[in-house]
């Protein structure tokens, strides 16, 4: 589900046959075009860089220069086209929750990869939303904005210009945007809602697992209990920090391991989550909501899926 405004003036409707994405700013001041570019438009030094050799500046209907001089009312329009990818478009269903000239927003499944990796360059989530792109004439890149484990599942975020990416960026930087997981858990915390507040260390040498050690970054994660059963949970988890693996140490930590988690469980959880049938971590990006950063309106994005609660068939 989504909630959306439409898209204010500085967005055109490009056609997918033409470049990833149009942006529209009328001058408020006499200034350098670049100058405008930069401060006003909040485009990267590195960006307006590649633009102006790319023919992809205009003021007034005619294509500019950085260093052409624009007065108030001089109507500006930037055409950001995307490079081509590093790796190579494959054909596989995605579950699309929503796309605008912006963003594009799919449900992931579990057991597969977000974004290629030096080690592995197919199958990703990313292989298949360039050949959704390819098929349907959009002129965009695939940057992900969020990421999650491979066998996390649920709302993955990517953004279609690299202009784009650097706001998202911003916007998670500064904390605005507002994440929310489900968790099947073996457990439950005593109280209905808290904070779990451990640091985050990443063991090193090779490896990717991560413990809970005073020497590791801050990690806050707020929870609130939904449902309750004999041997199991249902939580709502909110990462205040993104640390990697954050939530699953957490959850171990605190006494209650994510279900299914094949790393970050007690011999206890293992075992149920074996005799259920469970052996990829029970853990869902359930929502996504923040400001659009192009139209400041509201977007909230939630997830089709949930995880597996046995107790609960």
Request: overall charge neutral.
């Amino acid at each position: 589900m989504v909630v959306y405004l439409p898209c204010g003036s500085e967005i055109l409707a490009a056609e997918r046959q033409g470049c990833g994405l149009v942006l529209e700013h009328t001058a408020e001041r006499e200034a350098r075009l670049g100058a405008v570019l930069h401060t006003d438009m909040q485009l990267s030094t590195g960006l307006i860089k590649r633009l102006k050799w790319q023919d992809a500046l205009f003021v007034n209907g005619e294509r500019a220069h950085t260093d052409r001089i624009v007065r108030p009312g001089d109507a500006i329009l930037v055409r950001i086209e995307e490079q081509a990818e590093g790796f190579d478009p494959e054909p596989m269903p995605l579950s699309i929750l929503y796309e605008d000239n912006c963003f594009l927003a799919v449900d992931k499944p579990s057991g597969i990869l977000v974004h290629p990796s030096p080690q592995r360059n197919t199958g990703t989530l990313a292989n298949g939303i360039l050949d959704y792109f390819q098929k349907t004439g959009t002129a965009s890149a695939v940057h992900p904005v969020t990421r999650l484990d491979r066998d996390t599942f649920g709302v993955v975020l990517a953004a279609k210009t690299a202009h784009m990416h650097a706001k998202f960026c911003a916007l998670l930087k500064q904390g605005q945007m507002h994440k929310v997981y489900l968790a099947s858990v073996f457990g439950c915390p005593e109280q209905d809602a808290g904070t779990i507040d451990i640091p985050v260390y990443k063991l090193g040498n090779g490896s990717l697992l991560r413990i809970a050690d005073p020497r590791g970054k801050r990690a806050v994660t707020e929870y609130r209990v939904l449902q309750r059963f004999e041997h199991t949970a249902l939580l709502e988890l909110h990462p205040v920090t993104g640390r990697t693996h954050q939530l699953r140490l957490h959850c171990k930590t605190a006494g209650f391991p994510i279900l299914g988690d094949p790393q970050y469980n007690t011999p206890a959880s293992a075992l149920f989550s074996a005799q259920n049938g469970l052996f990829t971590q029970q853990l869902c990006a359930a929502e996504l909501s923040f400001l659009h950063p192009m139209t400041n309106q509201p977007v909230v994005i939630r997830s089709r899926q949930k995880p597996i609660l046995p107790e609960q068939k």
